[in-house]
């Protein structure tokens, strides 16, 4: 059976996210995003399921830093509604409860819940790792933020469903491979991600983007970042509608290597059906 690495243990959101995406796939749970990205390019795991942000929390910490430099491709993307929930060991209340831990990603998104009950909070590397201390410890005191399917992999009783702060909670991961792959057309259009750093010019990114307008290609992501530990140097992160192949995507994309010191494309998929619709509300 092909294998898919993903950062946390069984029970955590990238699990989770594995198993809606590639259920035909033997999760292979990893300490870290490197790690998973490792397993990937080492060929231990097939495929890679990388969370990159949260439509509450944001952009998930150093996460486009990794990508660019792994060596691997994007081939999809999986929009999970992320629905959060307060478990606890066999015989817990919600009054019993004083502490809830979970990653302070998923703190983030619930924290509206957590101050109206009035709960300390404990920083844990793992959503799914905190509920398996929970279960370790079965101390009704104790209680993590996590996903339901955690619940059952840990023994712990569902206290409370739906505590996001924000309907529609939704998490974006990248499905990476070491191989890109040009050769699919999406039913809902095609996704073209790169990584580029511009020339050294007066109004070098205005050019550099020009190209996109000019085309009609819409632009749905731009970020930067510092390289090399220096203020003056500065990479870019784009996510494009349409398919290298595409005439006005590939006109685009030889004008902004006419502007770019280096360009290189992260990889080309479908673009998901979460696009374009509205994500349900929590449940509960």
Known sequence: MPRIAFQGEIGAYGHEACRLARPGHDPLPCPGF????AAVRSGA????MIAVENSTYGRVADVHQLLPDSGLFIVDEVFLPVRIALLAPPGATLETVRRVRGMAILLG????FVRERGYATLAWSDNAAGAAEVARLADPAEAALASEIAAGAYGLQ???RGVEDQAGNTTRFL??????DLSRRGTLGM????????????????KALGGFATNGVNVTKLESYLVGGRFQAAQFYAEVEGHPDDPPLARALEELRYFSETLRLMGVFPAARL???EPAPPAG
């Open 34 to 37: 490197e790690d998973a990205i």
């Open 45 to 48: 795991a097939d495929l890679g």
């Open 109 to 112: 998104q619930a924290r509206r």
């Open 158 to 160: 569902v206290l409370a």
């Open 175 to 180: 499905v990476m491979a070491r191989e890109a």
């Open 191 to 206: 996704m073209t991600s790169l990584v580029f750093r511009v020339r050294n010019i007066p109004a070098a990114l205005y």
């Open 275 to 277: 696009r374009h619709e």
